[in-house]
Nanobody, 123 residues
Framework: QVQLVASGGGLVQSGGSLRLSCEVS????????MGWFRQAPGKERLFVAG????????DYAWSVRGRFVISRDDAKNTVYLQMNGLKPEDTAVYYC????????????????WGQGTQVTVSS
């Protein structure tokens, strides 16, 4: 059973930075493609970033490109999302997701989900 635990959210001022972590258990991280999604109140869950099994293929939503960086540390079984230049519109619950097949930009591309961590950006 794959379990994902997301952490690192919080309250930050506009222009600030946060690093989210997603610790994976139940399976080695190298066997999984990973993604980050976010969901604001009353809105659908949207793709933020994805990384494949090897880490050589990465994709970002246009809204975060150039500000966010996804990375993985297989030795620590952890995936990170470094978020810089945060804006109020980045406020959402952030979820990490995993799948054995590969990463995609839709929520149904992933079989495993973490519990979410709240990110709030004040103006």
């Amino acid at each position: 059973q794959v379990q994902l635990v997301a952490s690192g959210g919080g309250l930050v001022q506009s222009g600030g930075s946060l690093r989210l972590s997603c610790e994976v258990s139940g399976r080695t991280l190298s066997s999984l493609a990973m993604g980050w999604f976010r969901q604001a109140p009353g809105k659908e869950r949207l793709f933020v970033a994805g990384i494949n099994h090897s880490g050589r293929s990465i994709d970002y939503a246009w809204s975060v490109r150039g500000r966010f960086v996804i990375s993985r540390d297989d030795a620590k079984n952890t995936v990170y999302l470094q978020m810089n230049g945060l804006k109020p519109e980045d406020t959402a619950v952030y979820y990490c997701a995993a799948d054995v097949r590969g990463y995609g930009s839709s929520w149904y591309d992933y079989d495993y989900w973490g519990q979410g961590t709240q990110v709030t950006v004040s103006s």
